[in-house]
């Protein structure tokens, strides 16, 4: 079974400190994105990365940052966290497009407060 | 134009009834498709995906493509209370890139 783990379900900090989510998959997939999730907007993308030291831009990568130093970990890093940051965050990964079997897979997600 | 777009409900069916979830999306080109359950809380999981037009039945489950009109749907055959849930349509298209949509809000009363 494929395994998509992050470091914490609930995460709480005060603005302007920096946080750290971590996200750890052991399928040997390519590809990790992290979304964030808010009622009524559903899943946008962060960032996403397809290869080691690789990333790219998602569709609201402002105030964010990520580092993909190995295959199978993925980090998005708040550099100075901010109140609407608040959010649910979800770390998925899958295998390279044309592959076959292309879903993403998904964490269960990191739910951050900001104060 | 959003690449993915639902009605985001709440949907309402009694309990033994088909659920109907429909889909559209932007790109003509897209190729695979993917229907994903959330529950309230928890993250998206995969129950379906569809790549050729046509039906693609999984249990309970038949998820229909028509690439022609650019739409995707699921049923879900004798709903169950547990079948509550958000449904998410993804699309990735032909830059390979993975769209979802906002979802489909689904509740079954018992």
């Known amino acids: 079974d494929v395994k998509v783990t992050q470091s914490s379900r609930y995460l709480v900090k005060r603005t302007g400190e920096k946080v750290f989510l971590e996200c750890v998959q052991d399928m040997d997939h390519e590809n990790m994105f992290w979304y964030r999730q808010d009622p009524g907007l559903g899943l946008r993308l962060i960032y996403f990365?397809?290869?080691?030291?690789?990333?790219e831009k998602g569709d609201i990568p402002e105030g964010y940052s990520v580092s993909r130093e190995k295959k199978e970990r993925f980090s998005l890093i708040l550099e100075s966290a901010s109140t609407n940051q608040t959010s649910m965050y979800l770390c998925a990964s899958s295998s390279p497009a044309g592959t076959v079997y292309n879903e993403q897979f998904f964490g269960p997600g990191t739910r951050l407060t900001v104060l | 134009q959003k690449e993915v777009e639902q009605n985001s409900g709440p949907l309402s069916v009694p309990e033994g009834a088909i659920a109907s979830l429909n889909c559209t999306y932007s790109?003509?080109?897209?190729?695979?498709f993917f229907w994903y359950r959330q529950y309230s809380g928890k993250s998206p999981e995969l129950i379906m995906f569809?790549?050729?037009?046509g039906d693609k039945e999984d249990g309970r489950f038949t998820a229909q493509l028509n690439k022609a009109s650019q739409y995707v749907s699921l049923l879900i055959r004798d709903s169950q209370p547990s079948d509550s849930a958000t449904y998410l349509c993804?699309?990735?298209?032909?830059?390979?890139?993975?769209?979802f949509g906002t979802g489909t809000s689904l509740t079954v009363i018992p």
């Open positions: 990365s397809y290869d080691v030291k690789m990333k």
């Open positions: 569809i790549y050729s037009n």
């Open positions: 790109d003509r080109g897209s190729q695979s």
């Open positions: 993804a699309v990735m298209n032909t830059g390979n890139q993975f769209y």
